[in-house]
């Protein structure tokens, strides 16, 4: 059985805003390379800012996306952001922007974690990490420091 690896990014920033233009930037660069997956988000406000912001956050950007409740997009190349109820063809990639786990087996192959460097956020992250590890996914952790992006290993 595979096991999905998990890629935390931790942001130099406190800023919300950053870190989900961040957000925008890596749905875009997966969809670009063809993954559709899904944004898991902490709350519908949060799905709404995350719906609007991958319209405005890059002029000429275009990434296919649609809220997700509970109906499934026409087109299965689009990008689905909503809460814990992910469908199953969108449980390859998950971006988390929540305090919640995702899936951690099968279809799920890889998770991506945005943290900024608010508090709350690292000891969400934390406490994350601490269950992905104990589950004993291979984790990489991308932390940048003073505009320099530094990578880590753990687990696997």
């Given at each position: 059985?595979?096991?999905?690896?998990?890629?935390?990014?931790?942001?130099a920033s406190s800023s919300q805003h950053e870190r989900q233009d961040f957000a925008c930037k890596l749905i875009e660069k997966?969809?670009?390379?063809g993954q559709f997956g899904?944004?898991?988000?902490?709350?519908?406000?949060?799905a709404a800012e995350i719906d609007k912001l991958l319209?405005?956050?890059?002029?000429?950007?275009?990434?296919?996306?649609q809220r997700y409740q509970g109906q499934l997009p026409a087109y299965q190349n689009t990008i689905?952001?909503?809460?814990?109820?992910?469908?199953?063809?969108?449980?390859?990639?998950?971006?988390?922007l929540s305090s919640h786990y995702p899936p951690t087996i099968t279809p799920t192959e890889k998770i991506l974690e945005i943290l900024d460097n608010s508090e709350t956020s690292k000891k969400a992250g934390r406490q994350r990490y601490k269950h992905?590890?104990?589950?004993?996914?291979?984790?990489?952790?991308?932390r940048n420091e003073?505009?320099?992006?530094?990578?880590?290993r753990a687990g696997g």
């Amino acid at each position: 059985m595979q096991r999905p690896e998990v890629v935390f990014y931790v942001l130099a920033s406190s800023s919300q805003h950053e870190r989900q233009d961040f957000a925008c930037k890596l749905i875009e660069k997966s969809y670009r390379s063809g993954q559709f997956g899904y944004v898991l988000t902490e709350h519908a406000e949060q799905a709404a800012e995350i719906d609007k912001l991958l319209w405005t956050f890059r002029a000429g950007s275009f990434v296919p996306h649609q809220r997700y409740q509970g109906q499934l997009p026409a087109y299965q190349n689009t990008i689905l952001i909503g809460g814990s109820d992910i469908p199953e063809p969108w449980q390859k990639l998950i971006i988390n922007l929540s305090s919640h786990y995702p899936p951690t087996i099968t279809p799920t192959e890889k998770i991506l974690e945005i943290l900024d460097n608010s508090e709350t956020s690292k000891k969400a992250g934390r406490q994350r990490y601490k269950h992905y590890l104990e589950a004993g996914l291979p984790i990489i952790t991308h932390r940048n420091e003073a505009g320099v992006w530094l990578e880590t290993r753990a687990g696997g």
